[in-house]
C-alpha cells in the first residue's frame, strides 16, 4: 500500500504530521513518501505541482494531501498559485467525484451555531462533482465586450458547462452511496435558470430510473442552502455540481461545530483517492501547533476505507477519535467550557493512545 504524502502549506504540516503518527500506529505496512506541493514546492521548485511531486501522486495508491494557500502567494501568476497544485492533482488523476461528509459526534452538539436539536445526530453526505462546470469550463478569461449591458468596456467570462458523461458517473457514483445509507438523494441544481443544471437535472432523473430502490429528489441551490440550515437532518445524498458543492459542503460543515473536524475524499474511477481536511492551510494559526488535526486523520481513515480496502482499520482510526472526545480533549477550535484544551501535537497523541 503506497501512500504518497503532500503536507503542503500552513497548517498541513502540522496535522499531516499527526495522520501519519496515527497511520503508524496501525499494525499494517505502508510505504509513505512525502513530497512538496503547494508554496512550499513553489518555494523549492518555481511550481505548486512539481512533476516528481505529481508523478509519486499517480503512482500511489493514495495521496494524504494536507492544504495548500497563504495570501503572500496573491499576487503571483494564477498557474504558479499555490491552489492550482490541487486543481492539477483531481485533473491529472481524474479525482471527480468529491465525498464530504457532515456529521455531528454527539460530544460537540454545542460548538455549532444551530439549536443542538437540530443537529444532534446529524449525518449527511455531500457528493460534489470535481473536474467539470464552471472551474474548469473553456472558453474563460478577459476581453472587451461586444455586446451585453456595457459594450466596448472590460470584461470577464467563465463558462459552465457539463457533458452528459460527466454527469452520469457522478450520478452513479451518489446512487450507489446512498444504497449503502438511507437510500435517498437529492440533486441540487438550478434548473429554473440554467440550461446546464436543467440538463444536469434531467440526466440525474434518467440515471435514477437504474436504482427503483433509491429515492430521488430534486432542490434548487438557493433553497438548498436555506434547508441546510433550517432543517439539515432531512438531507442524506446530497449530489450536486462543482460551483455548488463548494459551496454547499462548507456550509455544511459549519453546521457540525468545526472545520477542523471535518475529513474528505476525492475518488477516481479506480479507487485511487486524494484525501484532505475540508479545510485551508488556516495561515492565521500556522505555526502555533494549536490546529485541529482530527480532520486530517478523520480522512486518513477513509483512505483506508475507500483506496487500501482496510474498513476495520479505518473503524478503529474512527472510534478512537470518538474516545478522545469522549475524554473531554479539544483542541481551540471546539473547546467549550469544561473540557480540556489541548494543542494539535497532544490530540494526536490521544488519538494514539486510544488506539
Ligand atoms: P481556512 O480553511 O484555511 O481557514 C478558515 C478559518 O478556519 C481560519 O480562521 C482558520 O484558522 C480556521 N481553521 C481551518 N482549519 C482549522 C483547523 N484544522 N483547526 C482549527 N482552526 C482551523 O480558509 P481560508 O482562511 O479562507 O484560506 C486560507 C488559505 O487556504 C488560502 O490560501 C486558501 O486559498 C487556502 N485553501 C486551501 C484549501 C486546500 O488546500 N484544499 C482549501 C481551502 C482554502
Do not use: C, E, M
Given at each position: 500500500m503506497k501512500i504518497a504524502v503532500l503536507p503542503g502549506d500552513g497548517i498541513g504540516t502540522e496535522i499531516v504530521g499527526e495522520a501519519v503518527k496515527v497511520l503508524n500506529a496501525l499494525d499494517l505496512r505502508f510505504e509513505m513518501e512525502t513530497a512538496l506541493v503547494g508554496g512550499a514546492a513553489y518555494e523549492a521548485?518555481?511550481?505548486?505541482?512539481p512533476d516528481a511531486t505529481l508523478k509519486l501522486a499517480k503512482e500511489a495508491d493514495a495521496v494524504l494531501f494536507g492544504a495548500v494557500g497563504d495570501?503572500?502567494?496573491?499576487?503571483?501568476d494564477r498557474p504558479l498559485r499555490p491552489e492550482q497544485a490541487i486543481l492539477g492533482l483531481r485533473k491529472n488523476l481524474g479525482l471527480f467525484a468529491n465525498f464530504r461528509p457532515a456529521i455531528c459526534f454527539e460530544q460537540l452538539?454545542?460548538?455549532?451555531?444551530?439549536k443542538p436539536e437540530l443537529i444532534a445526530g446529524l449525518d449527511i453526505l455531500i457528493i460534489r462533482e470535481l473536474t467539470?462546470?464552471?472551474?474548469?469550463?473553456?472558453?474563460?478569461g478577459r476581453r472587451v465586450a461586444?455586446?451585453?449591458?456595457?459594450?466596448g468596456t472590460e470584461e470577464a467570462f467563465d463558462t459552465m458547462r457539463y457533458s452528459r458523461p460527466e454527469i452520469e458517473r457522478i450520478a452513479h457514483v451518489a446512487f450507489q452511496a446512498a444504497r449503502k445509507r438511507s437510500k435517498r438523494v437529492t440533486s441540487v441544481d438550478k434548473a429554473n435558470v440554467l440550461e446546464t443544471f436543467q440538463f444536469w437535472k434531467d440526466v440525474v432523473t434518467e440515471v435514477g430510473k437504474d436504482y427503483p430502490d433509491v429515492a430521488l429528489d430534486h432542490m434548487y441551490v438557493d433553497n438548498a442552502a436555506m434547508q441546510l440550515v433550517r432543517?439539515?437532518?432531512?438531507?442524506d445524498v446530497v449530489v450536486t455540481g462543482n460551483m455548488f458543492g463548494d459551496i454547499l459542503s462548507d456550509e455544511a460543515a459549519m453546521l457540525t461545530g468545526s472545520i477542523g473536524m471535518l475529513p474528505s475524499a476525492s475518488m477516481n474511477s479506480s479507487q485511487q483517492g486524494l484525501y484532505e481536511p475540508s479545510?485551508?492551510?488556516?495561515p492565521d494559526i500556522?505555526?502555533?501547533?494549536?490546529?485541529?488535526?482530527l480532520a486530517t486523520i478523520l480522512s486518513a481513515a477513509m483512505m483506508l476505507r475507500f483506496?487500501?480496502?482496510q474498513p476495520e482499520a479505518a473503524e478503529r482510526i474512527e472510534a478512537a477519535v470518538k474516545t478522545v472526545l469522549a475524554q473531554g480533549l479539544r483542541t481551540a477550535d471546539i473547546f467549550s467550557p469544561g473540557t480540556t484544551r489541548v494543542n494539535t501535537h497532544e490530540m494526536g497523541a490521544a488519538v494514539v493512545k486510544a488506539l
Open positions: 521548485h518555481g511550481h505548486p505541482l495570501w503572500k502567494y496573491d499576487q503571483l452538539v454545542d460548538a455549532s451555531s444551530l467539470g462546470d464552471i472551474y474548469f469550463g473553456l472558453p474563460r461586444t455586446d451585453g449591458h456595457f459594450p432543517a439539515p437532518k432531512k438531507f479545510h485551508g492551510s488556516a500556522a505555526g502555533k501547533g494549536i490546529a485541529n488535526p483506496s487500501l480496502n
